[in-house]
């Protein structure tokens, strides 16, 4: 029984105590089911628990994993097991545990977090999922672990952490930022609860469309008004910037004036509604709605988005009828028909449409070429995509070789691929144990 807390008679004292032997009996028996039930009773013998962490089937190691009396030495134990579903717990129980250490001896402490910066290394993207999650928004945590979760290469790990943990600061953050950080990693970094002046510039210079978008949705983002010209600067062929900068909480005269250049009718109209609209510019802002109208502009959005759902089975349609064809998807890379393009890449690569687009959200020129090989779509259309569609700079594309064909071997290209079709594989068919909440004692 793990003695951090409090030890095993203390426990049972109120309670029907079971005997030493009624326990032993029923691990010779055999009988699963009574062994399962003292792998998880918090009430179960020390060295019982101990006996099971390395003896017993699969599910009851697991249960014993989560098990908060469980010894320290049989979790160390269990951080070794070869399941990763009982590792999981083991992390998971720790980390739920990290809250009420300030009592705890040196010994013991040290102890749990050589178990966890084990963990934390697994190799099972899964076990490191799991203790992300649980140590995100704790402020108790060595920093050592917390750091590495935030540099994991798996989205799923780093981002909950980036977005979360109070023990990133701004000095760690752009490290990560100017060092490591995947798409997903910036977006969760703007969508911190507070983002200070220097992250925020940190982040925009990434030119990462989504974390930019994110940075300017949220209110708490401190940016300067030096940094927000510069990307209104660059807002104007750039969308998916226009709705977030029009809800900018705080917008300087000046950029509203410039903001409503390039956005729709129907966003200058939001922006006409905005408190800090004096009465000069609200008067300029009509004048412009009235314009725009007078010269045909619809009072929406320039292009009337067909529903997903619809995109979808039209271009399924087409597919079948052999209407699918590389002078469709030009046109569609052409008009910067994104969700077209996306969509239709899928169709014709034989992936799930998620998977084509978290490969354009990953802005891997080598990964949007590779999609564009398996679409059977020619090498130059595909570099074309990765600038129209993809919005990867010019100097960051990957060109077809002197005879105008794919300059990587087919195996490279299913590698690029497989990368992101087993991370979506993965993230559907794992099922994580439920562990029940609790603390480690005695």
Known sequence: MNDITENNDDKKTGMEKRSYD????ILESGDLEGIKKLASDENSYPEMLFYLSSEGEADVRRDVAANPSTPLQADKILSHDEEPEVRSAVGVKLARYMPNLADVSDPKLTEIEAILEHLVNDEEVRVRRVIAEEVKALDNIPLQIIQKLARDIDDLVCAPVLKHSPLLDDEELISIIE????PAGL???AEREQVSERLADCIAETADIEAISELLINPNAQIREHTLDLLIDGAKD???WHEPLVKRPILPSGAISKIADFVAVSMIKQLLKRHDVDEDLQADLETRVRARLADGEADSEEITMEPLEELELRLREQFSSGDLTESYISKAAEKGDRDAVIIALAILAGVQIKVSR???ASLSAKAIMSLAWKACLSAKLGTRIQGTVGRIPAEDWVLPNEIEVYPFTEDEMNWQLA???EQDEQAAHEELPLLEEGNLTG
């Not at 009624?22 to 009996?25: C, F, I």
């Not at 060092?179 to 995947?182: I, Y």
């Open 179 to 182: 060092e490591f950080a995947t």
């Open 358 to 360: 978290r490969i354009f």
């Open 22 to 25: 009624h326990d032993r009996k």
């Open 419 to 421: 990368l992101f079709v």
């Open 187 to 189: 977006k969760a970094i």
């Open 238 to 240: 750039i969308s998916d």
